[in-house]
């Protein structure tokens, strides 16, 4: 078969491993739902107490039914479902949807039995799902293995749509709400405890899948990050958006997901980083992530972000405009003969953009549809929304709007247009059929096609660029703990900038370290026990004559043994000052499940409360260093304010880059990196301070 897994989206034969007669029990739902589906395969029902179950012929064990069987539901106790799972493999099933719960959601009792279970599956061919999960279906196929209620739901016929959920109660939520919006599905799976199976695997599969064209996804936490890594590349290169929900934000959410599904929630911060990496387009709620995967499934996406807003409400018209700002869209004016034209034809219209063609159109329906064809042809946007309240939807006018937009969409094939509309449900369907996804909410239609902006460019740039390659004289990571000056040297070997210094042990090296560098200096205290050095007063700034170099050493020295008795003091750094610049900060914090990540952001004393800070997994490329870059809330200070000039923006991109580097290579020998204030000046960057926190630090 193409793909492992495909015996369980598409069986010939199945099983059900607990089946019971009674339709509505868990053993007995999924035969009741693939009967009522219309399962063109053999269906066997495993109870040995029965002969008939639903009408079908039942067997007493797996082991005898008349033919191999592809995919079996295990629905029995916890305590006879090893038992179960065994006899699948000894009967050479291919593929397990486990519903059975009590096991490593339940303790530690059940996560030892759960660790049986996955070793005697990781040992054999078969490939499953769950435990404790609530199944999987394929629309298409009538194949329901599920005693989710969802399969009850289906009003859509089956789509391009693949949703796949850790928690089963919330992927039958999920795919209830995609049903209600519209939203063509086919595939449905819930990992539950993935034993085996898990999202990012399922991922995997529709990235590969020809009938699936988006990726709707929920997970708590990740198991495997180097599949999931994977997984959301293979997506991305098959330009399939992924519409994921990572729950487990807040420390509060982590620590409820991590006891749900017994699987580690990892830091929020880095699946942020993870997503953007990957171009995923993170969904906060249920609503938002049905809404984008809802204008995903129609397959167009703007060639830029420029939208036009044309409406019957002004005042809807600035709340949209507003919506636009807040999610990365423009929205440039009309040109200005063209306002002229149709002002002319027009003259109770406001036609800067938004376009206020007002309900006056409605008694002259020709000028709206002259009004949007001289908008498509002669003006260059990326998009258009057409906000019509409930018009459509009315007896009166309701022909009348549908006909326009057949017609526009006749002589406009590839115009990618949404249509806003309250209270017109029942109309939807007609619109949809003309490629109109429909919106009720404004401020919805704009983040959705914001979303496929962002997915257009994601899919434009494909793959980053290559990580630069490591320096053959690279350092490796200390296995200890070391000062400032030590760290400095070893990020010097990566490549990354570092400031001009001195190590030394007296005040009259000092000075004669200040001569050889020639201008101010600045002198900090060097010792691996003093992290934090001007939290003692360990730095003075600014210093340019013998008297005050010398002054300086001795005071350092004096305040390092007076706050820190114990601490180890290798000396005093004699450093150049460095120049006028923009303060950043980049670091590396290791993440228990994805390794190393590089943190940048606007540096100084107070990026901690500021906290305008983004993240990568390392390691990566220049390209997507500046990506990073152009995250931050304030960006615009590189770019030069108050006169000053603009900040080598290329430099600090290098220098991130080859910081990932360094830091995937130690992936395993440093806890964090902290590399603050690196500042970038107008030509070139320097590293003014650095610290290394190797494992067992402060241990």
Same mark, same amino acid.
């Given at each position: 078969?193409?793909?492992?897994?495909?015996?369980?989206?598409?069986?010939?034969?199945?099983?059900?491993?607990?089946?019971? /007669?009674?339709?509505?029990?868990?053993?007995?739902?999924?035969?009741?739902?693939?009967?009522?589906?219309?399962?063109?395969?053999?269906?066997?029902?495993?109870?040995?107490?029965?002969?008939?179950?639903?009408?079908?012929?039942?067997?007493?064990?797996?082991? /005898?039914?008349?033919?191999?069987?592809?995919?079996?539901?295990?629905?029995?106790?916890?305590?006879?479902?090893?038992?179960?799972?065994?006899?699948?493999?000894?009967?050479?099933?291919?593929?397990?949807?486990?519903?059975?719960?009590?096991?490593?959601?339940?303790?530690?009792?059940?996560?030892?039995?759960?660790?049986?279970?996955?070793?005697?599956?990781?040992?054999?061919?078969?490939?499953?799902?769950?435990?404790?999960?609530?199944?999987?279906?394929? *629309?298409?196929?009538?194949?329901? #293995?599920?005693?989710?209620?969802?399969?009850?739901?289906?009003?859509?016929?089956?789509?391009?749509?693949?949703?796949?959920?850790?928690?089963?109660?919330?992927?039958?939520?999920?795919?209830?709400?995609?049903?209600?919006?519209?939203?063509?599905?086919?595939?449905?799976?819930?990992?539950?405890?993935?034993?085996?199976?898990?999202?990012?695997?399922?991922?995997?599969?529709?990235?590969?899948?020809?009938?699936?064209?988006?990726?709707?996804?929920?997970?708590?936490?990740?198991?495997?990050?180097?599949?999931?890594?994977?997984?959301?590349?293979? #997506?991305?290169?098959?330009?399939?958006?992924?519409?994921?929900?990572?729950?487990?934000?807040?420390?509060?959410?982590?620590?409820a997901a991590k006891s749900h599904t017994a699987s580690l929630a990892g830091s929020d911060a880095i699946y942020d980083a993870l997503f953007k990496q990957y171009g995923v387009y993170r969904a906060e709620t249920t609503e938002e992530m049905i809404d984008i995967a809802y204008a995903c499934q129609f397959g167009r996406r703007p060639a830029g972000r420029k939208l036009c807003i044309q409406t019957i409400s002004g005042g809807i018209g600035v709340q949209m405009a507003d919506a636009a700002e807040k999610f990365g869209?423009?929205?440039?004016?009309?040109?200005?003969?063209?306002?002229?034209?149709?002002? #002319?034809?027009?003259?109770?219209?406001?036609?800067?953009?938004?376009?206020?063609?007002?309900?006056?159109?409605?008694?002259?329906?020709?000028?709206?549809?002259?009004?949007?064809?001289?908008?498509?042809?002669?003006?260059?946007?990326?998009?258009?929304?057409?906000?019509?309240?409930?018009?459509?939807?009315?007896?009166?006018?309701?022909?009348?709007?549908?006909?326009?937009?057949?017609?526009?969409?006749?002589?406009?094939?590839?115009?990618?247009?949404?249509?806003?509309?309250?209270?017109?449900?029942?109309?939807?369907?007609?619109?949809?059929?003309?490629?109109?996804?429909?919106?009720?909410?404004?401020?919805?239609?704009?983040?959705?096609?914001?979303?496929?902006?962002?997915?257009?460019?994601?899919?434009?740039?494909?793959?980053?660029?290559?990580?630069?390659?490591?320096?053959?004289?690279?350092?490796?990571?200390?296995?200890?703990? *070391?000062?400032?000056?030590?760290?400095?040297?070893?990020?010097?070997?990566?490549?990354?900038?570092?400031?001009?210094?001195?190590?030394?042990?007296?005040?009259?090296?000092?000075?004669?370290?200040?001569?050889?560098?020639?201008?101010?200096?600045?002198?900090?205290? #060097?010792?691996?026990?003093?992290?934090?050095?001007?939290?003692?007063?360990g730095v003075i700034l600014n210093l340019n004559d013998a008297a005050a170099v010398s002054a300086g050493y001795e005071t350092l020295i004096q305040r390092a043994k007076t706050a820190k008795p114990d601490a180890r003091i290798d000396g005093v750094i004699v450093a150049e000052m460095a120049g006028t610049g923009v303060e950043c900060v980049m670091g590396v914090v290791r993440d228990p499940a994805y390794g190393p990540a590089v943190m940048f952001g606007l540096g100084g004393i107070f990026v901690e409360v500021l906290?305008?800070?983004?993240?990568?997994?390392?390691?990566?490329?220049?390209?997507?260093?500046?990506?990073?870059?152009?995250?931050?809330?304030?960006?615009?200070?590189?770019?030069?304010?108050?006169?000053?000039?603009?900040?080598?923006?290329?430099?600090?991109?290098?220098?991130?880059?080859?910081?990932?580097?360094?830091?995937?290579?130690?992936?395993?020998?440093?806890?964090?990196?902290?590399?603050?204030?690196?500042?970038?000046?107008?030509?070139?960057?320097?590293?003014?301070?650095?610290?290394?926190?190797?494992?067992?630090?402060?241990?």
């Open positions: 078969m193409a793909h492992s897994l495909e015996a369980m989206f598409h069986p010939k034969a199945v099983a059900v491993i607990g089946a019971s /007669d009674t339709k509505s029990r868990i053993g007995g739902r999924p035969i009741h739902f693939c009967l009522q589906g219309k399962f063109r395969g053999d269906i066997y029902p495993i109870n040995p107490n029965r002969e008939i179950v639903q009408g079908l012929k039942a067997y007493p064990s797996i082991k /005898d039914t008349p033919t191999p069987v592809e995919c079996a539901i295990v629905a029995v106790p916890a305590d006879i479902a090893l038992g179960a799972i065994r006899d699948c493999i000894d009967a050479g099933v291919k593929s397990a949807v486990i519903f059975t719960s009590g096991f490593a959601e339940a303790g530690d009792g059940g996560a030892k039995v759960q660790r049986e279970m996955e070793a005697m599956i990781r040992e054999s061919p078969m490939r499953a799902i769950g435990p404790n999960c609530l199944g999987m279906f394929t *629309v298409t196929e009538g194949w329901y #293995a599920t005693f989710a209620s969802a399969p009850d739901t289906l009003k859509v016929p089956p789509g391009p749509v693949g949703i796949v959920t850790q928690s089963g109660a919330y992927g039958s939520h999920v795919f209830i709400a995609a049903q209600e919006r519209r939203v063509g599905n086919n595939y449905w799976v819930t990992t539950g405890n993935e034993c085996d199976v898990d999202v990012a695997e399922i991922i995997k599969f529709y990235a590969q899948a020809p009938d699936v064209q988006v990726i709707m996804a929920s997970a708590e936490g990740v198991r495997n990050p180097d599949r999931m890594c994977e997984a959301l590349e293979m #997506a991305r290169d098959a330009e399939k958006p992924v519409v994921f929900q990572k729950v487990g934000r807040t420390e509060l959410g982590a620590q869209l423009d929205v440039p004016p009309m040109p200005e003969q063209l306002q002229k034209d149709l002002k #002319a034809k027009m003259p109770f219209a406001t036609l800067r953009n938004p376009v206020d063609f007002s309900a006056q159109t409605l008694n002259e329906p020709e000028k709206m549809v002259e009004n949007l064809r001289r908008t498509f042809t002669e003006a260059d946007y990326d998009g258009t929304i057409v906000y019509m309240a409930g018009v459509p939807g009315t007896p009166l006018m309701g022909a009348a709007c549908l006909d326009i937009m057949r017609g526009l969409r006749g002589e406009f094939p590839d115009e990618l247009l949404f249509m806003c509309m309250a209270g017109s449900a029942h109309i939807v369907p007609e619109y949809e059929a003309l490629q109109y996804p429909c919106f009720e909410d404004p401020d919805g239609a704009v983040r959705a096609l914001a979303a496929l902006a962002y997915f257009g460019e994601v899919f434009k740039h494909g793959r980053g660029d290559a990580p630069p390659a490591a320096p053959k004289d690279m350092l490796p990571a200390p296995d200890r703990a *070391v000062a400032e000056h030590e760290a400095k040297r070893i990020i010097a070997s990566v490549g990354i900038p570092v400031s001009r210094e001195s190590l030394v042990q007296s005040a009259a090296d000092a000075v004669a370290a200040w001569r050889d560098i020639g201008g101010p200096v600045v002198l900090k205290i #060097a010792s691996p026990d003093i992290p934090h050095k001007t939290e003692i007063g906290k305008d800070v983004t993240f990568r997994i390392a390691p990566f490329g220049v390209d997507e260093a500046r990506r990073m870059i152009d995250e931050i809330q304030g960006r615009a200070m590189l770019d030069g304010v108050r006169g000053q000039p603009p900040a080598d923006i290329d430099a600090l991109a290098d220098a991130l880059a080859r910081l990932s580097v360094f830091a995937h290579a130690n992936r395993d020998k440093i806890e964090s990196i902290d590399i603050n204030p690196f500042i970038v000046l107008p030509h070139g960057a320097v590293a003014v301070d650095a610290l290394i926190d190797v494992p067992g630090d402060g241990e």
